[in-house]
């Protein structure tokens, strides 16, 4: 019988049905207190799809020299790469700084307190800083570039999540950049 795990990882305080909800804070939410690497161990190839909602700007930048340890963003999707299966879902959303940069550009949105949070993290709990910004180019990139690919735009409210940060809006406007991309079916050696 084939299993159709789900993982949404990153939950903070929203869990969405049909996932198992993980976050590295124990909340109202949580199913299971968990790291990512430790996560990708007990799960590799298990996975038909994770989510990952305002998560990935908490990973480190991958700089000029493209760094892919556990701590930086491309490190991150490896890792998840690891826990789908051929032709996973790996589903992202992330704070959209082109957006934010335009929103902030045209003086009707102050930096503070609506724009500096979305970029720099709140900052209330440890794990709560940002450490990276996307753009749609960005982002694809790095898909891309980890071993994804069919990747395109996706709607939680057209696909039935519950609201959480993918929908992140400022005055009407969308301020997440919601992407999913499917693992590519080839050697993990080519990407690593």
Known sequence: MEINLKIYYGCGT???????????????????????????????????EVYLSHVLEH?????????????????????VRKMLKASGTLRIAVPNFKILC???IKGEVPLYPKILGRISGEQEYPENLHK????????????SHCGFDNIQNWHPMEEGFNKDSSFD???????SLNLKATKKKSRLKRFL
Do not use: H, W
Not at 59 to 79: E, Q, Y
Not at 132 to 143: I, Q, R, S
Not at 169 to 175: A, D, E, K, L, R
């Open 59 to 79: 990973f480190g930048s991958p700089g000029k020299a493209m760094r892919k340890g556990k701590n930086d963003v491309l490190g991150a999707i490896l890792l």
């Open 14 to 48: 929203t869990r969405q049905p049909g996932y198992i909800n993980i976050d590295v804070r124990n909340t109202e939410a949580t199913d299971i207190v968990a790291e990512l690497p430790a996560l990708t161990v007990c799960l590799k190839g298990c996975c038909s």
């Open 132 to 143: 990276c910004v996307f753009d749609k180019e960005f982002l694809e990139f790095c898909l």
């Open 102 to 104: 335009q929103l902030y």
């Open 169 to 175: 809006q400022i005055s009407g406007i969308n301020t």
